[in-house]
C-alpha cells in the first residue's frame, strides 16, 4: 500500500516533514514551568471539593449523617448520591454499555467515589468535613484473587445492575452467542477454525502459562478540575455560560453532560499531562461544573498521588495450546485465559477487546480458539487507556520462543516460517516490512542465537536474548476537519488543542510547510478552543491521518494562493501615492499551472528565478477547509489478516545466578512506520513503550492485603517505577518503506513495541527456568531453586 489517494503521496524529497529536532511549538511553556496542568488553576474566591472514597474493597453506604459535617465553619456544601442534582447526573465522557448512577452508594474498590461530595474554603476543611460524616457501611464480600472470584461457589460481588456486560466497556460483543453468565464470571470466547483437526495435524504438542500482572497508570499529571459559570458577553442567550479547566481533550464531552452548547463553555487551558491513549474521565474532571452552579462560586476538586494508582493493564492468567508440525509451522493455537473484568467502567482492553486484534490473526494457521473467562473482582479500575496495551501479543511471541527452544531453531526463522504474507493468511510470500526489519536487527546486534542457559559472559553471568515482532499499526478511522488560513501573507493552523502528551498538530506544521514551499517555522499555530480542528484521533498514530487531511488542505490553500498571486500580477491593486508606477511582476503573463510554490516565494516553475515572495505576492486574506480521513487503515479492517508496516524488538539480559539481579545489556527496536513525520515525536514513543516494559516486567506489581483487599503500595516509594538510573539506552532504529496508507505512506508506530515478556523470555533464554513478571531478583532465585 501506499498514500495513492492524497496529493503528492509518493513525493520523494522532504525539506521538513521527518526532520530530527523539530521544536514542540508549547515546549518552551514546558520547560520553562509557564504550562499550567488542570491541577494548577486557582482562581479568587474558589471553593474546594473531594469525594468521600471507600476505606473498603466492596461496600454499601446504607446511610449518611452529615449534620456535623454541615456545621463544620467553612463548608459550603454536602451532596449526597440521594440528592436530585446527582441523581440526574449523566456522563456522556464515557458512552460504554449500560449505565449506572453516576454517583451511587455502592464501592466495589477501595478508594472508589463513593456516596458523598463535601465542598468548603480549603482542601483542609474538606478533609476534616469527610471526618465528621457519619456513615454507616454495609461490607460485602470481596476478591482480589481472581482464581478465588471464578470460583462456582464464590459471592457474587457485582448485583445484576452493576455487572459489566460481556464486552466490557466496549458493550456486548458482536457476534455468536456468548455462555450464560456464571457467578462473579461472564465468557467471550472466539474460534475460528477446527482447532482438534489442527492438533491433529501437528507433529508436537506445546503448552504453557503465561501471566500477566496487573500495573499502573503513568500520569503525572494527577487529574482534577476547576469550573464556573460566568455571564458571557459573546453568547448571553440561554443562561450562563460554563468555563472548565483540566476536565478533557476536547469540551464537546462536558458540554454534553451538562447539556450546555459547546459554544457557551470554555476550555482555554493548554495542558493536560501525559495522557497517551488515556480517554477515560475521573470524576474530578466532571463533578465541578455542577458544584460551581450549586455554590455560585469556582469550585476546584484534583485527585492525589494516592487516587490516581488505577490500572493500564489488568491482571490475567493464561494457558496455550499449540500444535506445530516438525519445522515449526502451526497447526493449531488453543488460548484459554482468565483475565480481571475489573470494577464497572473498566475498559475492556486487557479481556475481549484483546480478541479481534492480536499475534494469532498473523499466522497462516487458521485453527484459533480464544476463549476467555473475565472474572469481576475488586482489585481496580482500568480507565479507558491503551498506554500500555500489547493487545494479549507476546503470547504469540512466547509461542515462537517455546518452538525455536524445543527445535533448537533461531525464533526468528520460527516467526518468518508462521507470518503470513501481505494479502492474507494464505499468502505464502513474504511481508517486505518484516524482512526490511529483522534484517536491519541481525546487523545492527549481530544476532547469534543460542539455546537457554547455555551462555556464560567473562564475569560469570549468564546470557540471554529475545527477539518479538508487531505490526505498526495506525489506529485512526475517524473524519478530521482542518484549516488553513493564508492572512496578510502569512499561513495560519488553527487548532483547538490542549496538548496531552502527543505533538500532533507540529507534525501536520510540518506537512504544511512541506506542501507550501515554507519552513516549519513560517507556519502559525493558533490554538484556540473555539476551532474545530483537532488532530489526534485513536491514538498518537492518528497523526498520520490527520497530516493527510492537512495535507489536503494545504493543496487546496496553494491553489488559491497562486490563483491569487496571478490575479495580483496582472492586475495589481492601484497605488495611493504619487510615484513611479511599480516594475512589473515576475509572475506577469503566467497561469496558475505555471507557478509553483518553494522556499517561501511563488515561482515560475520553468524559471526559479523568476520568484515574488509569499508574503508579497497578494493582499487577499484566503482560507480552506478539508473534511475527510485517508483510505480505512489495515488495522481498522483486517486486524492483522492483512499486513503492512512492522517492527520488531530485541533484548540481551546478563543474570547474575548467585544474586538474582537482571541487567538489561541491551534493549531495542527496529520500526516501520511508514514514513516518519516528526523524528523526535517518534523517538520519544520508542523511549516511552520501552520504560512501560522495563517496568512491568522488572519492578512494578501492585501489593494487596487480602484480608481487606487495600493497596499497600499505592505511592510513589512503595510502587517501584522506573527512574532515570533503571532505564538502558534504548536502541533506535528506523525504516521508511512507505507501505502505510496515510501522509506519504505513513501508519504509525503506536504503543505496539508496548510488551509484557520480551525481558521475561531473555531471562529464560539465560537461566531456563521462567519467573514470571515482574522478575525481582527474590523472585529469579526462587526459579532457581536458591531461595
Known amino acids: 500500500m501506499a498514500d495513492l489517494a492524497g496529493k503528492n503521496g509518493l513525493r520523494q524529497e522532504f525539506r521538513i516533514v521527518g526532520k530530527p529536532n523539530v521544536p514542540g511549538k508549547l515546549s518552551p511553556q514546558l520547560a520553562s514551568g509557564v504550562a499550567k496542568f488542570g491541577i494548577d488553576y486557582v482562581l479568587p474566591d474558589m471553593l474546594h471539593a473531594k469525594f468521600l472514597r471507600s476505606p473498603y474493597a466492596n461496600a454499601k453506604v446504607t446511610a449518611i449523617d452529615a449534620a456535623a459535617a454541615r456545621a463544620l465553619p467553612g463548608v459550603v456544601d454536602v451532596v449526597t448520591w440521594e440528592d436530585e442534582d446527582i441523581v440526574g447526573l449523566s456522563s456522556h465522557g464515557e458512552s460504554f454499555g449500560p449505565s449506572r448512577a453516576w454517583l451511587d452508594n455502592l464501592a466495589d474498590h477501595e478508594g472508589q467515589e463513593v456516596a458523598c461530595i463535601v465542598v468548603a474554603e480549603s482542601e483542609d476543611i474538606c478533609e476534616e468535613a469527610l471526618r ?35 464486552g466490557g466497556m466496549g458493550g456486548p460483543r458482536m457476534g455468536p452467542p456468548q455462555p450464560p453468565r456464571r457467578g462473579n464470571v461472564s465468557f467471550s470466547n472466539v474460534v475460528q477454525g477446527d482447532i482438534e483437526a489442527g492438533i491433529a495435524e501437528a507433529d508436537f ?14 500520569m503525572p499529571n494527577p487529574a482534577g478540575s476547576l469550573a464556573w459559570w460566568f455571564d458571557d458577553p459573546y453568547h448571553g442567550e440561554g443562561g450562563k455560560s460554563l468555563h472548565i479547566e483540566g476536565a478533557v481533550r476536547e469540551r464537546r464531552a462536558i458540554a454534553q453532560m451538562y447539556r450546555v452548547p459547546v459554544e457557551k463553555t470554555v476550555q482555554e487551558g493548554l495542558f493536560m499531562g501525559g495522557k497517551y491513549c488515556d480517554w477515560g474521565l475521573r470524576k474530578s474532571q466532571e463533578i465541578t461544573p455542577l458544584l460551581a452552579k450549586r455554590t455560585g462560586r469556582p469550585v476546584r476538586c484534583v485527585d492525589t498521588r494516592e487516587e490516581t494508582f488505577d490500572f493500564i493493564m489488568m491482571e490475567r492468567y493464561m494457558h496455550v495450546r499449540i500444535g506445530y508440525k516438525s519445522d515449526g509451522l502451526i497447526t493449531a493455537v488453543d488460548d484459554y485465559s482468565i483475565a480481571d473484568a475489573g470494577v464497572w467502567g473498566s475498559s475492556s482492553f486487557g479481556t475481549s477487546g484483546d480478541q479481534g486484534y492480536g499475534p494469532y490473526y498473523t499466522l497462516k494457521c487458521k485453527n484459533i480458539s480464544q476463549r476467555m473467562e473475565m472474572v469481576d473482582s475488586n482489585r481496580g479500575k482500568m480507565y479507558v487507556s491503551g498506554q500500555h496495551c500489547p493487545f494479549n501479543w507476546d503470547s504469540g511471541t512466547m509461542a515462537v520462543y517455546l518452538i525455536a527452544e524445543a527445535l533448537d531453531k533461531d525464533p526468528v526463522e520460527v516467526a518468518r516460517l508462521n507470518l503470513h504474507g501481505p494479502e492474507s493468511q494464505d499468502d505464502e510470500g513474504p511481508v517486505p516490512s518484516f524482512e526490511a526489519c529483522v534484517s536491519k536487527m541481525i546487523e545492527i546486534t549481530d544476532w547469534q542465537w543460542h539455546k537457554s542457559g547455555t551462555k556464560t559472559l567473562p564475569d560469570g553471568r549468564k546470557h540471554g536474548a529475545s527477539f518479538r515482532y508487531q505490526m505498526c499499526p495506525r489506529h485512526s478511522f475517524t473524519d478530521y476537519s482542518a484549516k488553513l488560513e493564508f492572512r496578510n501573507g502569512e499561513v495560519h493552523l488553527p487548532t483547538q488543542g490542549p496538548l496531552f502528551g502527543v505533538f500532533a498538530v507540529e507534525c501536520n506544521a510540518m506537512v504544511v510547510a512541506e506542501e507550501l514551499g515554507l519552513e516549519y517555522d513560517d507556519v502559525h499555530i493558533d490554538f484556540d478552543y473555539r476551532e474545530t480542528f483537532t488532530p489526534v484521533g485513536g491514538g498518537s498514530d492518528g497523526t498520520t491521518a490527520s497530516a493527510w487531511v492537512t495535507k489536503e488542505c494545504a493543496n487546496l490553500l496553494k491553489d488559491q494562493i497562486l490563483q491569487a498571486a496571478v490575479e495580483h500580477a496582472d492586475a495589481p491593486p492601484p497605488r495611493f501615492f ?6 512589473p511582476s515576475p509572475l506577469k503573463g503566467c497561469t496558475a499551472d505555471e507557478l509553483d510554490l518553494a522556499e517561501g516565494c511563488v515561482i515560475v516553475k520553468s524559471d526559479p528565478s523568476r520568484r515574488v515572495p509569499i508574503k508579497e505576492c497578494t493582499r487577499k486574506n484566503l482560507f480552506a477547509t478539508y473534511t475527510g480521513r485517508p483510505p480505512m487503515a489495515l488495522w481498522a479492517t483486517d486486524m492483522g489478516k492483512k499486513l503492512d508496516t512492522m517492527n520488531v524488538a530485541y533484548c540481551e539480559v546478563a543474570v547474575d545466578e548467585e544474586t538474582g539481579v537482571v541487567e538489561i545489556l541491551r534493549l531495542g527496536a527496529v520500526a516501520d512506520p511508514g514514513k516518519i513525520m516528526r523524528l523526535t515525536s517518534l523517538e520519544s514513543q520508542i523511549d516511552q513503550v520501552m520504560y512501560f516494559s522495563q517496568g512491568c516486567q522488572l519492578l512494578e506489581d501492585y501489593v494487596y492485603d487480602k484480608a481487606t483487599g487495600v493497596k499497600l503500595n499505592n505511592n510513589m516509594i512503595d510502587y517501584k517505577k522506573p527512574t532515570i538510573l533503571d532505564v538502558p539506552e534504548i536502541d533506535r532504529t528506523f525504516l521508511e518503506t512507505r507501505a502505510g496508507n496515510a501522509a506519504y505512506g505513513a501508519n504509525g508506530i503506536s504503543h505496539s513495541l508496548a510488551n509484557t515478556h520480551l525481558i521475561i523470555l531473555a531471562i529464560h533464554n539465560a537461566i531456563g527456568v521462567w519467573v514470571d513478571p515482574p522478575a525481582t531478583p527474590d523472585k529469579v532465585l526462587r526459579a532457581l531453586g536458591k531461595c
Open 205 to 218: 504438542v506445546l503448552e504453557y502459562d503465561l501471566y500477566m500482572p496487573s500495573f499502573a497508570s503513568h
Open 578 to 583: 504619487f510615484g513611479a508606477p511599480p516594475e
Open 132 to 166: 465528621l460524616l457519619k456513615v454507616e457501611w454495609e461490607i460485602l464480600p470481596h476478591y482480589i484473587s481472581l482464581l478465588e472470584s471464578r470460583e462456582e461457589d464464590a459471592a457474587e460481588i457485582r448485583p445484576p445492575e452493576g455487572q459489566a456486560p460481556a
